[in-house]
């Protein structure tokens, strides 16, 4: 199906310093990205996407697909593989545990207005299963703010560690 990507109401052009044609184009509430070596001709031309097989294919074929709805009119449609919500709700408490932790609050602060932690006396603290778990939250929090956020991307495929 020829395409004229130039076209696209309301996509935004971007061309870098290696010449290398960038397209952030907003359909149905998602943001859709296009690279090309070069700027796209103004007319309709038929396009054909590379995909390595690697392991991330599955994740890039499901954003080609999505695209290519958007293109015709049609919804993308949800994602296959949606975060599950008891992992969206630990990623908010990783979250608001880092920033507390950044600005200063104990750990047992960080337990007592996240995790509801009602402790009365140091050994309560001591003994509570909520300290491991504050100190996971935050450890989990720094491990993310340091570069691994982009492992969220990915989900549920997990990248191969770099060595």
Request: aromatic share 10%.
């Amino acid at each position: 199906m020829p395409l004229a990507l130039p076209e696209l109401s309301g996509l935004v052009e971007v061309l870098d310093e290696n010449a290398v044609w960038h397209g952030h184009w907003q359909a149905f509430d998602h943001e859709h990205r296009v690279w090309l070596d070069a700027a796209p001709p103004k007319r309709a031309v038929s396009y054909a996407v590379l995909l390595p097989l690697d392991a991330f294919f599955e994740l890039r074929a499901e954003a080609v697909l999505r695209f290519w709805r958007a293109v015709n009119g049609r919804p993308a449609g949800p994602w296959v593989r949606p975060l599950p919500q008891q992992t969206r709700d630990r990623h908010i408490l990783i979250l608001r545990a880092l920033d507390a932790h950044l600005a200063g609050a104990s750990y047992r602060t960080i337990a007592e207005a996240l995790l509801g932690f009602r402790g009365h006396t140091k050994s309560d603290w001591e003994h509570s299963e909520l300290k491991n778990r504050t100190r996971r939250l935050v450890a989990d929090g720094l491990r993310y703010m340091r570069g691994d956020y982009r492992s969220l991307l990915h989900y549920p495929l997990r990248p191969p560690r770099r060595r």
